[in-house]
């Protein structure tokens, strides 16, 4: 005869808890439980966090369980901790927690820098560079190597930080001087960070490493770029291209037209890129060049093709306010910056859209409100990063 299962709290709950990495909601213990079986990895920090015991105790109010979590919470072995977690009621299969004792015995085999780094790459492909570095900087601490040194570099660039993503790269380097890549990804930390001559040198190195490869063109072609001098970046760019089709260099070289104001010559580099390629980064680069180019019409309708498979992109629906307001429907132009502020409330380019929105409807002290607003948040971000 089949066996009822019963809810622990017999209580309609309203309030959810959220797993952070997962960002999933749960209202019941039991959800809880299957979430935290299924995504072990992602939500093992989770079940011995105050915020998730209060939520336990207070919102299904489960004192004891609440009581039996805290016990768990002091346990040094992780694994017999968890599993207990996972045991508190007679909700999950027993074959699926046998099967997850078995995956938890063998990571616990694993060394601590390498568990860190996997938390670290999970954030790291969610683009949350700060939480990433956090892991990675912890895992540096246990052992150093090259994918640890590169990760974090690129968390780092991530953060906005190309000088110090540079000293990892070069960490990088330090442990593997053969590696190309590692002397391309080198560069282009130095080029962001504004240290041309190091990277020109650095440049060099690889060339003796890989002399044909099309990376040494296009980075040359990149401090051109950066020292304003486009036509010999085009000239770069086109080199690179002649070795390697890529849609990078395509959108580099519309770049320099731009720049030049050769705007048939920048669309016409941008219907370079193959139809494959021809995704969110290509109707993104479009529509940029077609508003500078004044055919706010078309760079509006691309847009909106980028966001039929994107629309939770608040820089998109922030483009597209640009655009409108450009093309002086500022109605429009309020619709879709609303979108983009429901998405990133915080993000300094939204804002700023925001700002120029309200200050073309003639709300002159929106505007310097939200202009004292990002002020704000670049102080608070500047301190979180020193």
Partial sequence: MAELYLCISQTENQTPYEFRMTGALVYSLEEALYHSLHNWRQTMEDFVCASFITWVEGSLGLLHIAQKIRELSVMENFSMAFMAFLSLTDYLPQEDLGALQKELTAWERRHAWEKLKEQGDHWLERENGERAYSFYSKALKHKENVALFNNAAVALLQMGDATQAA??????????????????????????????????GFLKE??????????????????????????????????????????????????????????????EALERVEARDQGMTFLKKQAEHQAAAGNLHHAIKSIERALLDNNDRADLWAAKAQYHRMDYNLTRAQGSISRALTMAPESPAVLLEYARIRKAQGRTKDYQDILHQILVQFKKDYRKMS
């Fill in 167 to 200: 000293y990892n790269f070069a960490q990088a380097l330090r442990l593997a001087p053969a590696n190309v890549q590692l002397h391309f990804n080198h560069v282009e930390a130095l080029i962001m960070a504004g240290l041309y001559t190091q990277a020109a």
């Fill in 206 to 267: 690889a060339a003796l490493i890989e002399p044909e490869h099309p990376e040494l063109l296009y980075f040359q072609g990149e401090i051109q770029f950066r020292q304003k001098h486009y036509l010999e970046a085009a000239r770069l760019f086109n080199g690179a291209l002649e070795k390697k089709y890529e849609p990078g260099y395509l959108y580099r070289l519309s770049d320099c037209y731009m720049r030049i104001r050769q705007f048939d010559k920048a669309l």
